[in-house]
Nanobody, 124 residues
Framework: QVQLVESGGGLVQAGGSLRLSCAASGGTVSSYIMGWFRQAPGKEREFVAAILRSMGITYYTDSVKGRFTISRDNLENTVYLQMNSLKPEDTALYYC?????????????????WGQGTQVTVSS
């Protein structure tokens, strides 16, 4: 059973930066597709970014390309989401998730393990 614990959320002004962390236990982050999703109030949860097992290939939703970077530290068994140039529309509860290698990275239903989420609030 993989357990995921997110941290690093908070309140930041527009244009600022935050780095989210997702610490894993009970499994290694390099063995799974690791994804970040977010859910804003009144909206459905949406895909943000993912890093694949092999070669650390990364994918992003269009709205965060060039601003967010997902990365993985195998020694620390942690996945990060560096968020720069934050906008008020980035305000959401951010979740880390892990999926088997056969999962389509954008499909949240394929992710087997989820963290509890960390709140990111961007003020204008």
């Amino acid at each position: 059973q993989v357990q995921l614990v997110e941290s690093g959320g908070g309140l930041v002004q527009a244009g600022g930066s935050l780095r989210l962390s997702c610490a894993a236990s009970g499994g290694t982050v390099s063995s799974y597709i690791m994804g970040w999703f977010r859910q804003a109030p009144g909206k459905e949860r949406e895909f943000v970014a993912a890093i694949l097992r092999s070669m650390g290939i990364t994918y992003y939703t269009d709205s965060v390309k060039g601003r967010f970077t997902i990365s993985r530290d195998n020694l620390e068994n942690t996945v990060y989401l560096q968020m720069n140039s934050l906008k008020p529309e980035d305000t959401a509860l951010y979740y880390c998730a892990a999926a088997p290698g056969s999962t389509y990275y954008r499909d949240q239903h394929g992710y087997r393990y989820w963290g509890q989420g960390t709140q990111v609030t961007v003020s204008s």
